[in-house]
């Protein structure tokens, strides 16, 4: 069965870095788009960023632009979302979900993992 893992958030201060992972099991990891999707405090499901299954496109959405970089590696089975100059704004728990921006909500996602920026 399809099994996704995120890893790596933590606390960090604005302005810091996190990576994100994410390791996929239980279906053709190479043959699928993944995207990062993020839920902050009280609100809904946010798409964040999807990348291709070669991971040589992507796309973002426009406040993370220029600061998240999202970015696979087929040999690992694992999705990645670098995040630098971090904001309060994007504090949120943020999940890898199997498939494109398409299946948002009704693609297989992990369990998520928390990101929280302090000022």
């Known amino acids: 069965q399809v099994q996704l893992v995120e890893s790596g958030g933590g606390l960090v201060q604005s302005g810091g870095s996190l990576r994100l992972s994410c390791a996929a099991s239980g279906f053709a990891f190479s043959s699928t788009a993944m995207t990062w999707a993020r839920q902050a405090p009280g609100k809904g499901l946010e798409w964040v960023s999807t990348?291709?299954?070669?991971?040589?496109?992507?796309a973002s959405r426009y406040s993370v632009k220029g600061r998240f970089t999202i970015s696979r590696d087929n040999t690992k089975n694992t999705l990645y979302l670098q995040m630098n100059d971090l904001k309060l704004e994007d504090t949120a728990v943020y999940y890898c979900?199997?498939?494109?921006?398409?299946?948002?909500?009704?693609?297989?996602r992990g369990q998520g993992t928390r990101v929280t920026v302090s000022s």
């Open positions: 990348i291709n299954n070669v991971g040589d496109s992507s």
């Open positions: 979900i199997k498939g494109d921006s398409s299946m948002l909500s009704s693609g297989s």
